[in-house]
């Protein structure tokens, strides 16, 4: 994979309102709820992009979004995991409400009434241009439509559409398209009778390599060009469940994983796995997002262990990376925004300025502990940077207790000093691929050469 995940489409703000309902309104049957919690999360095109962001990979989500108190709020939930091509809107974003009691919604309401402005813009031709794989999420808010001429198969880049009853038909050579089992009998342009025979016959009417109908907790059925076809049950079944998002999950673990290289058969294997596993985690009711403007002060200016012990009683998941960051550039700000989408909150694990003079020489560090750590703080996917003194963060680590620790680059597991002192740990190690043409190293050689 050498460029980022695109995701194209109509993005959204919603909010869950959970409470509790015992009693009923006293001048209509209705039930009573007594609100406890408001959540916010992006919708659409935005939850598969952050979904997406959470598999490890960069991604752009180009989208439209308003000036307006919800569409500043949906940007900011979005800032810390993904790249924004923001595009103008005419009216208001789209926000859409739950209340929920007890995990079930009792009522959705629907505001805004936003439309982007119909032209293509330059920087989001050029994002597509850039992306290793492409997926659209067509919600019919009219996103998609100025770039459809810039998705043609010719291009080499595989193109997942996720389609809509509002939005419109996928663009003929699509390498997967993912209807749900509701999405196809409307697709159909005659009468539905299975979800094998649809498969097959949309393949056909898409013009589309590939066509993978999802059938909630049955998985899904996958028909190709030519005529071969495969049914795909899932590793378990989650049932009573919310299944809100499933199919964002279900097209973004898709394309990340046609973005990795893996065949249309086993992305199509490995999206039904995560679209089960994320039904059976909560769905999208699950997912708790902070935007950075509205966090507690803890996490905005706390030490480590401050948001250390904020998100543990928080029930969060605890991110830490680790390195120099000397010379910090966009390879450095892909890995950290990367990595912050892994979970609730992100340490940088910083070496020192004498810990780099012995591992990098007398030369180095060009930018001393204190401004790197200015810095680092400054970028809104951090959460709180720790200094350590050592060769290696690992007695750090052990203090810290990260559930995920991160590293960019071709490490294994043998390879990395701190790798023990992180399962000591309980946590996990997660690898992510650093951005090919950027490195500290390179840098100062530029500017010494130009010197």
């Known amino acids: 994979m050498t460029g980022p995940v695109v995701v194209l489409g109509d993005s959204l703000l919603d909010v869950d309102v959970e409470g509790d309902a015992s009693r009923l309104c006293p001048d209509a049957p209705v039930p009573v709820v007594d609100g406890r919690a408001e959540h916010h999360r992006p919708g659409g095109a935005g939850l598969a992009a952050l979904l997406a962001a959470r598999d490890g990979t960069e991604v752009v989500l180009i989208t439209a979004i308003g000036d307006d108190p919800s569409g500043r709020l949906l940007e900011s939930l979005l800032s810390t995991s993904v790249e924004v091509v923001r595009l103008p809107l005419r009216g208001t974003t789209v926000r859409k409400t739950r209340i929920r009691a007890k995990g079930q919604t009792l009522l959705r309401i629907d505001t805004g009434d936003g439309r982007p402005d119909g032209s293509a813009m330059a920087r989001a031709v050029a994002a597509l241009r850039s992306a290793s794989a492409i997926l659209v999420a067509d919600y019919g808010g009219g996103v998609a439509e100025p770039y459809r001429s810039h998705l043609g198969a010719d291009r080499g880049t595989p193109i997942v559409w996720d389609p809509h009853p509002r939005g419109s038909l996928p663009v003929p050579g699509c390498a997967l398209v993912t209807p749900s089992e509701a999405e196809a009998r409307l697709l159909c342009a005659e009468p539905y009778t299975t979800p094998d025979r649809a498969a097959r016959r949309l ?49 973004a673990a898709a394309t990340v994983a046609l973005a990795e290289g893996a065949s249309t058969e086993d992305a199509v294997v490995t999206a039904v796995g995560e679209a089960t596993r994320f039904v059976e985690e909560g769905g999208a009711a699950a997912i708790r997002l902070t935007a950075p403007e509205a966090r507690t002060p803890t996490l905005a200016g706390g030490s480590a262990f401050e948001v250390t012990a904020a998100v543990r009683a928080a029930g969060g998941r605890l991110i830490a990376t680790g390195g120099c960051f000397d010379l910090l550039h966009a390879g450095h700000v892909s890995l950290l925004r990367r990595a912050r989408a892994l979970g609730d909150a992100l340490i940088v694990c910083l070496n020192s300025d004498d810990s780099i003079r012995r591992l990098k020489g007398p030369a180095r560090p060009v930018v001393g502990e ?52 992180v399962r000591r740990a309980g946590g996990e190690i997660v690898i992510l691929p650093s951005v090919p043409g950027y490195s500290t190293t390179g840098l100062i050689a530029a500017v010494q050469a130009a010197s």
């Open 203 to 251: 393949v056909r009417d898409l013009g589309a390599e590939a066509v993978a109908v999802t059938l909630g907790e049955r998985g899904a059925v996958l028909a190709f060009r030519g005529g071969r076809f495969v049914r795909m049950p899932p590793p378990e079944v989650a049932v009573g469940r919310d299944a809100c998002g499933a199919g964002d999950r279900f097209a």
């Open 370 to 421: 204190r401004d790197r750590v200015e810095v680092l703080r400054a970028l809104g996917c951090v959460d709180a940077v720790a200094v350590f003194d050592e060769d290696t963060p690992s007695g750090l680590i052990e203090r810290l207790g990260p559930d995920v620790w991160v590293k960019g680059g071709d490490y294994t597991g043998r390879a990395m000093p701190e790798a023990e002192a």
